[in-house]
């Protein structure tokens, strides 16, 4: 859109009628300022998810590793740094038993709610937004 909006900027260079160029300068910096306040809402939204996100990521993250600790794949999975020899022995049988312990949606919201959290942190931040370099 910005290289479109240029391109017209410069063909109003030539010799037009002032009356035409002032209306399309005009609606120009119209559509300049409607793109502006339009990133600057979308920065404040993802801004706002970003916050409420992450907040949530606390809280799920808490529940997570009480899940984990009440299904037992905390006292599996610390068998990975005690036993290690034993573990490599049966490890068939004992990631088996692992997979069965690990709390699968305290998992699953963690990792949606990090996955908004990165994609709102990247709008927020402007990432999506291309910079106009304009050449004097």
């Known amino acids: ?5 240029d391109l017209l900027h410069e063909a ?3 010799d037009l009628p002032e009356d035409l160029t002032i209306r399309v300068r005009t609606a120009l910096s119209r559509e300049r300022a409607r793109q502006a306040r339009m990133a600057h809402t ?17 809280i799920s993250i808490q529940a997570f590793v009480a899940a984990a600790s009440a299904s037992g794949f905390t006292a599996y999975a610390s068998l990975i740094v005690s036993d290690s020899s034993i573990v490599s022995a049966h490890f068939t049988s004992f990631f088996a038993s692992l997979v069965e312990s690990v709390p699968s949606i305290e998992s699953t919201l963690v990792l949606a709610l990090v996955a908004v959290f990165l994609v709102s942190l990247r709008s927020s931040v402007g990432f999506g937004i291309r910079p106009r370099i304009r050449i004097a």
Request: charged share 5%.
């Open 12 to 14: 109003l260079q030539s």
């Open 1 to 5: 859109m910005h290289q479109g909006i």
């Open 42 to 58: 979308v920065r404040m939204l993802s801004g706002g998810i970003s916050l409420i996100s992450f907040g949530g990521l606390f």
